[in-house]
């Protein structure tokens, strides 16, 4: 088996049939155009009626002209990509090498020919089929056969417009339409037989419908190639899509949770001296929160962690205080985050999460606010908090202040939007998702959760 088939007989990428169309494609093209040579041609030089001086010629001929079609054809296909879109071919359907496998291989496909750049047919079997072609075309002529004479010129022009790309091919096709009209309709004048229309039509009629017939099942292969090409990148898409959800999720988890235990850490070690009670509880927290990191990474790595906005919420505001942060919290009684979407949640628990690191890890601040509300039938969360630093140098860390336009590549994708300015010292992230029809919204009620007192000489939120 080829092209990376397997013991079910799919491929690569999965079911695609490419392996199996690639070996009709194969045996279908030389097949067909040896087959109708010898069907139509080899009954005319049967015919006993015909002239034997016209026989002998053309049975010859005709010979040398299937092999030579057969010959090119299949060196022809030996061009085409694999299944697996590889620039080179198997050779054969079952086989490791055809006999002109060494026909310009190349070392890339063409995006319109589906072969190699400047792969052409082999010269001195092309010279042969056109002889032999000529040779038949002639001895029709000579006998009057205005239906026959054309099969095989007609052949050796599929053949040679299947090495060319399509804009090459269309001057050979329309060229060869063209002067098919002259042969046949100069015999008919001359003989005054009355055929003239037969004589020029039916020959440029039979070179256009040659050339679709065989250029059709290469067409198609390229096609179906290309679609599986589309459908592998599509995929491969979507395992990126998915590698970097989960790089972003586990960013946010152990980025925030080890802020969070980096703070307490030192907070403990300024208390350790003058309340040393207060620093074990600060311990014991950091303890527990390594074990939460812990679980949620794990809870991340097999699919079952989801970031609420609620959740969220309440830890900023236990971690703001606990930076000695005046954390203030309002929310609408009558669109609590528990009645969101949980797409809506899980975003907004993502901004709330970041927007809290950036706190804690780019500022000075002694105050936040965090407000949460619906109006219109979108859910609208900004944090704030004054004490902002000075923009990061992005060109000395480029690898910094890339929360946020990630995150708003994902809200852009739910058809929602993040934005974030900085005026003076004060630095505001607001997100704004569509949540379904519009809610109706009560009066504000803020509900204000301050922070605990500040402790003297923190200085670990920045």
Known sequence: MRDGENAHGTGPTGPTGLTGLRRHTWWTVPGMAAGVQLLFVGEWILDE???RWARGPAAVALAVEVVASVVLLTRRLALLPRADASPRADASPGADASPGADASPGAGASPEAGMSPGAGPPVGWLITA????????????AVRNYGLWAVAPATVVAIVATYLAPRARRPLIIGSVLF????GAVVSLAAQDGELAHAALFPAGLVAFTVWVLLGPLWAWDTARRLDEARRLEAELAVKDERLRFAADLHDIQGHHLQVIALKSELAERLVDADPERAAAEMREVRQLAADTLSDTRAVVQGYRRTTLDDEITNATRVLAAAGIDARTTLERTTAADGLP???RHLLGLVMREATTNVLRHSRARHAEVDYRVTGGLARLRVSN???DEPPDTARHPARGTG??????RLRVA????TWHRDGEHFAVT???????????????????????AVPGNGAAR
């Open 49 to 51: 009626d015909v002239s």
């Open 130 to 141: 056109c002889a032999a072609g000529t040779v038949l075309a002639v001895c029709a002529l």
């Open 180 to 183: 098919a009209l002259l042969p």
């Open 342 to 344: 949980e797409p809506v």
């Open 386 to 388: 004054d004490g902002a």
């Open 404 to 409: 946020l336009p990630s995150l708003g590549e």
């Open 415 to 418: 058809e929602g939007e993040l």
């Open 431 to 453: 997100a704004l998702l569509p949540i379904g029809p519009a809610t109706a919204a009560g009066p504000v009620a803020p509900g204000t959760a301050e922070a605990g007192p």
